[in-house]
């Protein structure tokens, strides 16, 4: 019983490989571009964003994108980025923006004028 209590045999540490950064943006980026860019009437199915996105971006593998874009997708509805139509295969589309009160613009003072200097009366002619 005394041998079952053994800790485990510890495995060699491998060295870590440095990662590499993508040479694309963000997935919910790319996702909010693509929408913007493809100016759907109503909205933009989720194969036309992935069609975007793969053929404007530098993405290597489209199977790996279209899983990406999928988990972008579903995070972005539920943070409420984006919205999701109704049904099964919906589509989605950026929310309305909250309408901006305008700023109103201070009417500006009129500067403080200068003292006109007192114009010069022409010598008088001497006939």
Known sequence: MADAAKPPAKKAVKAKKPTVKPAHPKYADMIVEAIKALKERKDSSRKAILKYIV???????????????????????????????????????????????????????PEAKKAKKPAKKPAAKKA
């Open 55 to 109: 053929a404007n971006h530098k993405i290597a593998d489209v199977a790996k994108a279209q899983v990406r874009v999928k988990l972008a997708v579903r995070k972005l509805v539920a943070d409420k980025k984006i919205i999701a139509g109704k049904g099964v295969n919906c589509a989605f589309k950026l929310p309305k923006e909250a309408a901006k009160p305008k700023k109103v613009k201070k009417a500006k003072k």
